[in-house]
């Protein structure tokens, strides 16, 4: 119970920690002008410098998400090219830049980006997480409301118990099963795919840069995935976790 209320107030105080921390930052007028610059230029690989040193503060733009993606994507760099799509994606929610992903993921046989029905309700539902959370406290505490009223007046409150215990049960498996599993960019050539958190296990399979998995636990500087719907670990440096 303690767990939901933290998620609760992790959900309602988000968006003011992110303003009053500022998250993403305000970026240097001067680099990110002189880093548009040069990419207007097309000195494409300075730019990216410039991007990436603003990037590491965790200082970004959208616009610059996509530039970075565009050079990365021309330096054959896949994996880091998605990784900054992904992250476009996550802040804009535009729907366009997923069929460059798909076109990239087919292009290069990079698994990960498939959409169909079940991926586009998961992604909507996933969308408006937190209003869903919201409006789902908002009923608990509106059916509280009534039974209580009910029950000041020497009303028999049953209905409004039942449908009080419905929502808060609602509430506790979206809190608990709702959330979006964590997801990752092979980021690195020949990945190593290994039966367990160890250099001496044995090699499951060696994959290229760029297919997007999901996470589903860590041990020490190893990250456990699902690859094929199996369980394998890769190294930490060979994956980028998404944020946002």
Known sequence: MQRCFSKILIILFGS???????????ISGYRLQQADSLFNAKRYTQSLEHYRSIFEKDQLTPAMLLKMAYIEEGLHQTGQALYYLNLYYDLTRDNEVLEKMEELATKFNLVGYEQNDKTRILSFYHDYYDRITIGLIGMVLLVLAVALVLKWRKVKPLPAVVVLQLF????????????ETPVGIISTQQTYLMDGPSAGASVISVIEAGHRVKIIGRNDVWIKILWEDEPVFIKENNLLRLRF
């Open 16 to 26: 003011v920690f992110l303003i009053t921390t500022g998250a993403f930052g305000q």
């Open 168 to 179: 808060l049960v609602l509430l506790l498996v979206h809190l608990n099963v709702g959330e």
